[in-house]
């Protein structure tokens, strides 16, 4: 989809900003090109679409030279996000999203369905959110709106320049997993930066690590982590690198559905039973009709109390559980906080669908060699 071919980007001062860089960017592909600051990465990404022109060298887009495709042309067929958002403050919601699509004299119809498409993509509903102004929305509602924006003609290409980066690290973790669920629906091909390795590993299905404007290491998440490229991308991934490949594994992959629950109606000896019968010396409990996760109960508690309520430890399932969409790596994140040695997992409304066992990580861990079992720290976890 686009060949970067021995280009340079050279100021008239000397300085090679991008110097003879070379690599492939498959068709649907997630890319994230990441690096210190000054290695080249925002500029190599607005040569594609020339918002910055190349010194030597060619990129190709469907094997046709960006610098023969008219400038116009080119950027209407390329989506753009940035982390400074960009929405036109004057136009509403539909109107920052319709803006391409007008320039490419769609008709009304087909812009108004656009619109809505897209603003259910992104998880705002079209009624409540169509006719606003940027000022009347979040940080990360704008967020998403720019994005939006960007896929508003539905272009092959989008380029993202730290689009997560001005949002609380809360909406951002938010924000990251909702955009791998529309890049799995809409298999656009991405150009991401960022300068956050995290982040990198997370979104990518390849990542271009820069460095004074050269291209030290590409390969797939996995690949980097298992095989650094000398010093310099070991030292940029990072010394936890080995435990980063967690979080590449999803916990789907590990969960166990047979969970021991009892319901918030059920009495102390019900508890107990429940328990004696499974072998074990604590539960999760669950409302009757939904499922939902309410916290847990110990054999211990039981003993001394008169009710089920009475020793249960109740909490929020967003304090004590995560969710089927996370990985082993938040999974073990969450033992570690919370003193589990099993830890709940709950869908989007809360309902507990199965649990995930310290073993099952360390199984993982045994399984993939790199991840040594000794750094799961097994000593600080609680029977």
């Not at 390795?197 to 998440?221: N, S």
Request: overall charge negative.
């Amino acid at each position: 989809m686009i060949e970067i071919r021995n280009v340079s980007k050279i100021y008239p001062n000397g300085f090679r900003a991008v110097d003879g860089l070379s690599l492939s960017i498959p068709k649907g592909d997630l890319v994230v090109f990441i690096g210190p600051s000054g290695c080249g990465k925002t500029t190599t990404m607005r040569m594609i679409n020339r918002l910055i022109a190349i010194s030597t060298g060619e990129i190709l887009i469907e094997g046709r030279n960006n610098q023969e495709i008219p400038a116009e042309e080119l950027r209407r067929n390329i989506g753009y996000a940035i982390q400074q958002i960009g929405l036109f403050p004057h136009m509403t919601v539909s109107q920052n999203i319709a803006t391409v699509p007008r320039l490419l004299e769609w008709d009304e119809g087909r812009i108004r369905r656009r619109v809505d498409e897209l603003l259910e993509l992104v998880g705002l509903d079209p009624d409540l959110y169509r006719d606003k102004f940027p000022r009347q929305l979040s940080g990360g509602q704008q967020q998403r709106v720019g994005v939006a924006r960007a896929l508003g003609a539905d272009p092959p290409i989008m380029l993202m320049d730290e689009p997560f980066g001005a949002v609380d690290p809360i909406t951002r973790e938010i924000l990251q997993d909702e955009f791998i669920q529309i890049q799995h629906a809409v298999e656009k091909t991405i150009v991401f930066v960022t300068h956050d390795i995290d982040e990198a590993i997370k979104m990518g299905d390849r990542i271009a690590i820069l460095r004074d404007g050269k291209l030290v290491q590409y390969d797939t998440p996995e690949t980097l982590l298992e095989k650094p490229n000398g010093r310099f991308v070991r030292d940029f991934v990072g010394a936890d690198r080995q435990l980063k490949r967690l979080g590449l594994v999803g916990i789907r992959e590990l969960l166990d559905k047979q969970v021991v629950r009892v319901y918030m109606d059920a009495t102390a000896a019900q508890a107990k039973e429940v328990m004696e019968k499974n072998g074990v010396r604590s539960v999760f409990v669950v409302e009757r009709e939904t499922d939902i996760l309410r916290g847990w109960v110990n054999k211990e508690a039981l003993e001394v109390a008169d009710s089920l309520l009475d020793a249960m430890h109740e909490a929020p399932y967003s304090d004590i559980a995560v969710r089927e969409r996370a990985t082993a790596r938040e999974a073990l994140s969450a033992m570690v906080a919370r003193g589990f040695r099993v830890t709940p997992v709950v869908n989007r409304e809360g309902r507990l669908v199965g649990t995930i066992r310290l073993e099952a990580i360390q199984e993982l861990a045994i399984y993939n060699p790199v991840v040594p079992p000794q750094a799961l720290g097994e000593a600080t976890l609680n029977e």
